[in-house]
């Protein structure tokens, strides 16, 4: 950026500010360098009383490093003495172990809850971290009396409902899916990611969430995103006609050398699940009866 294009910029942000009201206050800017230019020491603008910094920026709450494969461990380095300092005022009063619960939920866990949504998955090792932090004040820092999967259960289940810490990260991740479905449009690098995927069809398909179609994605939050998403969505049929509605393609269960199937030809057909292959009968159409039905031209062995 050279000085004629920053000084446009700010033209821009004071024009919006005397139409809008909505002012700018350049003392708590900050202006980071970027780029090549994080190694100068390069000022535009002197006039404006911006500060700036080829280090570390706040932007919403969320810290930005230089180098943003960082950016989860640096954020979420100090959450858990964050929530012990959240929880020792309560420490010294005897609550119950209901308004104990109440806290961790309503005080403690809110202070992971924007991290975990806009930000790649942190560590297993932070998640038993915190985890272990709830449990130790619930039971006073003494062993726990009651298993923590009874704990974290539903009340009509014998449980208080203790968040777990670890389903409540997987359950803010995958409700990014709702958005990416009805707003397609604005989600570009996610469109770019599945594009040799079916698109946004790869979200009906029955992966498991270890599966290395998704473990290969290159980008840490929407394969965070995905892995939340098939969590929750996988599962085994158990009935003929779950059978037949069964997905084909990135399917866990239906694997070639341990891998899982896409071909594009084919799904452009109009071939996607089970009962595509299947007569009305259920037994499985024969080779040239499929090619004319979906309008394919491959071999046998195909």
Request: glycine share 2%; aromatic share 16%.
């Amino acid at each position: 950026m050279c000085n004629e294009s920053f000084t446009n910029f700010t033209k821009v942000l004071d024009e919006f500010s005397s139409n809008s009201s909505l002012k700018i206050n350049y003392d708590k800017c900050f202006v980071k360098r970027v780029g090549a230019c994080r190694w100068l020491n390069t000022v535009f603008c002197e006039n404006l009383p911006v500060i700036w910094t080829n280090d570390t920026i706040s932007y919403l709450g969320i810290k930005i490093p230089n180098e943003m494969h960082d950016i989860t461990n640096i954020n979420f380095a100090n959450k858990p003495n964050v929530i012990r300092d959240c929880l020792k005022p309560w420490e010294a009063r005897k609550l119950s172990i209901m308004g104990k619960a109440t806290i961790l939920k309503c005080l403690a866990m809110p202070k992971l809850t924007y991290c975990f949504s806009v930000l790649p998955n942190p560590s297993e090792d932070f998640f038993h971290c915190v985890q272990n932090i709830f449990f130790e004040f619930l039971w006073e820092g003494k062993p726990d009396r009651i298993k923590r999967n009874v704990l974290i259960n539903f009340y009509n289940e014998g449980g208080l409902q203790i968040p777990h810490v670890k389903t409540v990260c997987d359950s803010l991740k995958a409700s990014w899916v709702k958005r990416f479905l009805l707003d397609s449009d604005k989600w570009f690098f996610l469109k770019k990611i599945l594009s040799d995927k079916g698109g946004f069809y790869f979200f009906d398909c029955n992966i498991h969430y270890r599966d290395k179609v998704l473990t290969n994605i290159q980008d840490d939050f929407y394969r965070s995103v995905l892995e939340a998403w098939f969590l929750y969505k996988f599962r085994r049929p158990n009935c003929r006609s779950e059978y037949l509605a069964e997905n084909i393609w990135f399917n866990s269960f239906i694997t070639i050398d341990h891998n899982v199937v896409f071909m594009k030809s084919w799904f452009d057909k109009g071939v996607k699940t089970i009962s595509d292959l299947c007569n009305n009968d259920d037994t499985f159409k024969d080779f040239e009866n499929f090619c004319e039905t979906f309008d394919i031209n491959t071999d046998f062995v195909t």
